[in-house]
């Protein structure tokens, strides 16, 4: 089974540009949660989308957005991009229901100059 | 709101040392708790999880006991390897918030031949 994978693995903008990231889950999962990974703020949840709904949202400007099409993969976009928008970006994936393990790709290495 | 602390790094160890790594935990709900592992260059890997109070979860070697009374989840394993060098994640999700994973701040692990 292919794992969950992410392009581009890396990306450098610039300030004021907007970014598609992409994301296809595992085969069968529905649900994908997106994370933003800095240094200074760790781990921060995004949001987290399921059957083509947003599902959850975390505490991010409305400059992040993101979608999932019906056939699950999902792509978030910043738009506006600042400094401070560069980070990691990884998503997880999971079918969706219960207590299941969530299984993270490789993520994207965002750098806004 | 829910948050994860977790002792910071780096720690060094020997190889064949004893591992402890911290974590508590304030959380709304009744959380289930997990520690993820990531490498790097490389995207999270849970390492293992509890779902319940009193549970233990354990995997390659590492364990950790779900304790409700002082809300901790702490990692341990008896006898680290130079693979284990990693850094490591405690995280808590509550039920109601579907797969969103608070994380603590990460512990850089480096073992030493």
């Known amino acids: 089974k292919a794992g969950v994978t992410q392009t581009p693995r890396y990306l450098i903008k610039t300030r004021g540009q907007q970014v598609t990231l992409s994301c296809s889950p595992i085969s069968g999962h529905r649900s994908v949660s997106w994370y933003q990974q800095t240094p200074g703020q760790g781990l921060q949840f995004l949001f987290e989308y399921f059957s083509e709904t947003q599902r959850n949202k975390g505490n991010f400007p409305g400059r992040f957005s993101g979608r999932q099409f019906s056939n699950s993969r999902s792509e978030m976009n910043v738009s506006t991009l600042e400094l401070g928008d560069s980070a990691l970006y990884l998503c997880?994936?999971?079918?969706?229901?219960?207590?299941?393990?969530?299984?993270f790709g490789p993520g994207t290495r965002l750098t806004v100059t | 709101g829910d948050s994860v602390t977790q002792m910071e790094g780096p720690v060094t160890l020997s190889e064949e040392a004893f591992l402890t790594i911290n974590c508590t935990y304030t959380a709304t709900g009744y959380p289930s708790l997990f520690w993820y592992v990531q490498y790097p260059g490389e995207g999270l890997q849970l390492l293992l999880k509890?779902?319940?109070?009193?549970d233990k979860g354990s995997n390659k070697g590492f364990e950790a006991t779900y304790r409700k009374e002082t809300t901790s989840f702490h990692l341990e394993k008896g006898s680290v390897q130079v693979s284990d060098s990693a850094v490591y994640f405690c995280?808590?999700?509550?039920?109601?918030?579907?797969?969103?994973?608070?994380f603590g701040g990460g512990t850089r692990v480096l073992v030493k031949p």
């Open positions: 995280a808590l999700r509550i039920k109601a918030a579907g797969n969103k994973l608070t």
């Open positions: 509890a779902t319940k109070a009193d």
């Open positions: 997880a994936s999971s079918s969706g229901r219960g207590e299941e393990e969530q299984y």
